[in-house]
């Protein structure tokens, strides 16, 4: 947080939103409109996009919470606590949108737009609006504690423009790479639902029934030369052990739990927990491999929080904590790979969750996760087909790698450019910082 005694860039000066020369803090309120208008709540926006609406509405049947108007130069945020939420209306939103109440409104008057925007979308601006959230159901800032968060502000509103425009250029580049995720698991779905329905033949080609007989299963029709059989029949499971909590260090060797297999990746950054490196020779059957599957086993009713798998890479070791169970290979002609896909597939999770018990805290049992239906190529048609949907991960890893490179350094660049620790006073819009 900028102190007031701290050194401020020539040319630069510590502001608020209360600065009335500068900001509006926009009140509730919306005037008639005849027609209907688009609601959008909170949760109809992720990061900066606006994901669907809540419905369309008259003026005299909107929701109560739908009573705030976007205006021109305004940014709107999420009010609520560790939420980073920003918009900036275009005009079709200005004139055909109303907004909940969730959001506060700041107009700007002699500042640029999308300066602003970028402060809002600021570590510096969201801390202190976690700090002065307040409530005790939902903790959100209102508008009496947002006019009292301060940041730097270049008094050239050409210096302004041009930062804008930089920070503006990365959020763009990060938006491609999202879209470009985003298209490659909608391929990856179809890509799966073809092969793990119709599979590769031995020329490279996706099988149809009008080039290749089919049969009829369980799993409705499938090529003549697969067999259909319940997921028991080819692996069993072992599930972790009870580890007590008294036993946890902070450091040694890794504990694997629920919270580590999160959307189907392996995230040992989430909540780490560890053992004494001892427990490896104590707990030999709980070490996992190279190559092992594991999949979470409890989780919220009514969420697909939980039945996530994972393959644990050979560059990790780590042991087995309960309600987390790792798939036994009974049947050499099935490959892990293969396996994998079976079990991110749709139609195996259909299954999976009708199956689950508990109200509230959903658990999975062998029984939930090994009586469904699975189709069985041969073993070469099961590595053909799990290199193919590989190949389409791979593509969608090295995105995901270059978008956590760029959204780093859009970081750094609001780190340096926000504070003016790097100017650009001389550097038009069209150009980039050095």
């Known amino acids: ?39 959008l709540s909170t949760s ?70 999308g300066f602003l925007l970028q402060v809002l979308l600021s570590d510096h601006f969201n801390n202190q609006k976690n700090l002065l959230a307040e409530g005790s159901t939902q903790e959100a800032i209102n508008n009496t504690k947002v006019r009292k968060i301060k940041f730097l502000l270049p008094e050239s509103f050409a210096e302004q423009q041009t930062i804008a425009s930089i920070l503006s250029k990365t959020d763009d580049a990060i938006a491609e790479i999202e879209k470009l995720i985003a298209k490659y698991n909608r391929i990856k779905t179809g890509l799966m639902q073809d092969l793990l329905t119709k599979g590769i033949d031995e020329n490279g080609n996706i099988r149809s029934e009008e080039t290749h007989e089919f049969k009829d299963s369980p799993l409705g029709r499938i090529p003549k030369e697969w067999d259909c059989e319940y997921l028991g029949s080819k692996v069993c499971l072992r599930g972790g052990y009870a580890f007590k909590s008294k036993d946890f260090t902070s450091q040694g060797i890794q ?95 259909s299954k999976l969750y009708e199956s689950v018990t508990g109200t509230k805290q959903a658990n999975l049992n062998s029984e939930n996760i090994l009586n469904i239906y699975v189709p069985f190529p041969d073993i070469k048609e099961q590595k053909r087909i799990a290199s193919k949907i590989v190949g389409v991960d791979k593509t969608i890893s090295e995105s995901k790698i270059t978008l956590d490179k760029l959204s780093k350094l859009k970081v750094g660049l609001m780190q340096d450019l926000l504070s003016g620790k790097i100017r650009v006073r001389n550097i038009t819009p069209n150009q980039s910082a050095s």
């Open 255 to 349: 504990l694997i739990r629920i919270g580590n297999l999160y959307n189907n990746q392996l995230s040992l950054e989430r909540d780490p927990v560890f053992l004494p490196l001892e427990f490896v020779t104590l707990f030999p059957n709980f070490l996992l491999s190279s190559g092992d599957i594991i999949l979470s086993m409890t989780g919220t009713a009514g969420k697909r929080d939980y039945g996530f798998a994972v393959q644990i890479s050979s560059d990790v070791q780590v042991l087995l904590n309960q309600r987390v169970c790792k798939f036994i290979f009974q049947d050499s002609k099935v490959d892990k790979d293969y396996l994998l896909n079976i079990l991110h597939a749709e139609f195996y999770l």
């Open 1 to 39: 947080m900028i102190k007031d005694h701290e050194v401020i860039p020539d040319g630069w000066q510590l502001t608020n939103f209360g600065d009335k020369s500068l900001f509006e803090i926009l009140g509730s309120g919306v005037k008639y409109y005849s027609g209907e208008k688009r609601y």
């Open 44 to 113: 109809s926006i992720e990061g900066q996009n606006i994901l669907y609406s809540e419905g369309d509405f008259t003026f005299f049947n909107r929701p109560s919470r739908a009573n705030m108007q976007p205006v021109e130069n305004s940014v709107w945020f999420a009010k609520m606590k560790n939420t980073l939420k920003v918009i900036v209306p275009d005009q079709d939103t200005i004139d055909n949108t109303i907004l909940s109440t969730g959001f506060s409104g700041i107009r700007a008057k002699n500042v640029h737009s």
